[in-house]
């Protein structure tokens, strides 16, 4: 039976492997940052269906804790990526 958890564990996993290919398989730097957050994101799904504990019974707090604080990480890790990637394609038009 399908139930709400493992619709969605396993999309979450299929957003993952997306954003892992994406991030491997392209070349520009920009594809590869987006990749890298789609991943990111499939993993926050992941940690929210692992968190759902039954019927009636509330959610474990700690993968939610979790994924609060990897959100935090993930946007201030994009803006430095951008930052380092707006610098870098700037240099290259310098040279």
Do not use: K
């Amino acid at each position: 039976m399908l139930t709400a958890q493992w619709l969605y564990g396993m999309s979450g996993c299929l957003i993952a492997a997306l954003g892992l290919r994406t991030a491997l398989l392209h070349a520009c730097l920009l594809h590869r940052l987006i990749g890298i957050n789609l991943t990111g994101a499939g993993v926050f799904m992941v940690l929210i269906a692992v968190a759902y504990r039954g019927a009636g019974m509330p959610p474990d707090p700690v993968p939610h804790a979790l994924v609060l604080t990897g959100i935090v990480v993930a946007v201030s890790a994009t803006a430095l990526a951008l930052a380092l990637a707006r610098r870098l394609t700037a240099e290259q038009i310098n040279d």
